[in-house]
């Protein structure tokens, strides 16, 4: 392709967005680590080449001209799950040579972020914070597949992701009440972030994150709410944040049982 005499190379980027298979999804590369607001104009670091909508499977493919960037999956009003078609509540991200897109690849993407660390170091400190397995590729392996052996590492990731986008939820309810105006997107950064920095240690989940128990849960939303200072400089009450870790640890624990049950 030409432009001003000069020959762009293009690539075509191909992967999957998964929390459960996201149907109808704008997907969108743009400048890294970090710009997930993705304007509607088509600037701030977009990618002008454009952008493209995952099928009913997940599937993307985006043609490129951009040498490097950040792989955004964006929520929208056609953006939902297959198996349930319930809507996507937040954005999701993962580096451009990721072949998927989903919750644990956005706090992968916040570790090579905070920790300064290359994608393999990343995806060892996803194994270790959430005792994905030794075989386990969060940037690259699909957790539908083969989930329902309960042996295999895809399973346990499957729970994981499921535990993970909870408290993206809640920690974007606890940023944004109904009538805020504004993205939610700081707080999934800093929320993804605080996952993966419970412990200010370079090797990155040294201890692995319990996501079924309240004080950790807490402890990561109060992190999230602190190093992102709320964005507008509001404290929700200890006791709201309190009420949000037990809700979450419920769901999880009931979301465990139903791995486990096969059901």
Same mark, same amino acid.
């Given at each position: 392709?030409?432009?001003?005499?000069?020959?762009?190379?293009?690539?075509?980027?191909?992967?999957?967005?998964?929390?459960?298979?996201?149907?109808?999804?704008?997907?969108?590369?743009?400048?890294?680590?970090?710009?997930?607001?993705?304007?509607?104009?088509?600037?701030?670091?977009?990618?002008?080449?454009? &952008?493209?909508?995952?099928?009913?499977?997940?599937?993307?493919?985006?043609?490129?001209?951009?040498?490097?960037?950040?792989?955004?999956?964006?929520?929208?009003?056609?953006?939902?799950?297959?198996?349930?078609?319930?809507?996507?509540?937040?954005?999701?991200?993962?580096?451009?040579?990721?072949?998927?897109?989903?919750?644990?690849?956005?706090?992968?993407?916040?570790?090579?972020?905070?920790?300064?660390?290359?994608?393999? *170091?990343?995806?060892?400190?996803?194994?270790?914070?959430?005792?994905?397995?030794?075989?386990?590729?969060?940037?690259? &392996?699909?957790?539908?597949?083969?989930?329902?052996?309960?042996?295999?590492?895809?399973?346990?990731?499957?729970?994981?992701?499921?535990?993970?986008?909870?408290?993206?939820?809640?920690?974007?309810?606890?940023?944004? &009440?109904? $009538?805020?105006?504004?993205?939610?997107?700081?707080?999934?950064?800093?929320?993804? $972030?605080?996952?993966?920095?419970?412990?200010?240690? *370079?090797?990155?989940?040294?201890? *692995?994150?319990?996501?079924?128990?309240?004080?950790?849960?807490?402890?990561?939303?109060?992190?999230?709410?602190?190093?992102?200072?709320?964005?507008?400089?509001?404290?929700?009450?200890?006791?709201?944040?309190? *009420?949000?870790?037990?809700?979450?640890?419920?769901?999880?624990?009931?979301?465990?049982?139903?791995?486990?049950?096969?059901?």
């Amino acid at each position: 392709e030409a432009a001003d005499g000069f020959y762009l190379l293009r690539r075509s980027l191909q992967g999957t967005a998964v929390d459960g298979y996201l149907r109808g999804c704008r997907v969108t590369l743009v400048a890294p680590p970090w710009a997930w607001d993705v304007p509607s104009d088509g600037g701030g670091g977009r990618d002008q080449s454009g &952008d493209a909508f995952t099928d009913s499977h997940g599937r993307f493919r985006l043609a490129t001209s951009r040498g490097r960037g950040t792989l955004v999956v964006s929520p929208g009003a056609t953006c939902v799950d297959s198996a349930t078609d319930l809507a996507a509540r937040l954005p999701l991200a993962a580096p451009d040579w990721a072949a998927v897109v989903t919750p644990l690849t956005t706090v992968g993407l916040a570790a090579m972020a905070h920790f300064q660390m290359e994608g393999a *170091a990343a995806n060892l400190c996803l194994q270790r914070t959430f005792l994905l397995g030794r075989g386990y590729n969060a940037f690259a &392996d699909n957790p539908l597949r083969s989930s329902l052996d309960p042996g295999t590492p895809q399973r346990r990731a499957l729970a994981v992701i499921n535990c993970v986008q909870n408290v993206f939820a809640v920690a974007s309810a606890l940023w944004y &009440d109904g $009538r805020a105006q504004g993205s939610r997107v700081p707080s999934l950064q800093w929320t993804a $972030r605080a996952l993966v920095a419970h412990q200010e240690d *370079a090797a990155c989940g040294a201890e *692995a994150l319990q996501l079924s128990d309240r004080g950790a849960l807490q402890a990561v939303l109060l992190e999230a709410l602190a190093l992102g200072q709320l964005g507008a400089g509001r404290r929700p009450a200890a006791a709201l944040v309190r *009420a949000a870790a037990e809700l979450l640890a419920s769901m999880n624990a009931l979301i465990e049982v139903i791995e486990r049950s096969g059901s």
